[in-house]
């Protein structure tokens, strides 16, 4: 039994939350569809038309208690994925688009560079101060102070005769 990405049966037991979440994937995965139709509900399904990448082939969605499946395909390519049932619209997509999966890897790559990128600018804003070589306590990382001079002086004055 599907249970939504949410995890919680009830809500997808009405018309109303199939739409809900068969519109809340398609939000999500926009990168890798090149269209699709607003959900509209029949029999406690929610269906969309939408428009793969790859072809521009249109294939119609069901989203139901058992899961997405693909009601019917405008290319014959599609007809063994009818009536196969997938647990989410992403196993869905994957089955069927080469393109798509090339696009979500690309989505999340960028995704990825992203947060790293913020990471990195957050790692160099709290050690702001050692980009310049400098410590904390105004010494360079070899313990001498800026001005050049030693602060672990450890020599003695020579003795004076």
């Not at 139709?37 to 939408?50: H, N, V």
């Not at 999340?108 to 160099?124: F, K, P, V, W, Y």
Request: net charge negative; charged share 25%.
């Amino acid at each position: 039994m599907y249970y939504g990405n949410n995890g919680y049966k009830d809500q997808i037991t009405t018309a109303t939350g199939l739409v809900a979440e068969l519109t809340a994937e398609l939000k999500t995965h926009t990168y890798g569809i090149h269209s699709y139709e607003s959900p509209a509900t029949i029999e406690f399904k929610a269906y969309t038309t939408l428009t793969l990448l790859d072809d521009r082939a249109s294939i119609v969605v069901a989203l139901s208690r058992s899961g997405y499946v693909v009601t019917q395909g405008s290319d014959p390519k599609y007809k063994r994925f009818v009536d196969t049932p997938f647990e989410t619209l992403t196993a869905l997509l994957s089955a069927l688009s080469p393109a798509f999966n090339s696009a979500m890897h690309q989505a999340l790559s960028t995704r990825l560079m992203a947060i790293a990128a913020a990471q990195q600018e957050d790692d160099d804003e709290e050690n702001g101060s050692e980009e310049d070589g400098s410590n904390d306590d105004g010494s360079d990382e070899d313990g001498n102070a800026e001005d050049g001079s030693d602060d672990d002086d450890d020599s003695k004055p020579l003795p004076q005769e």
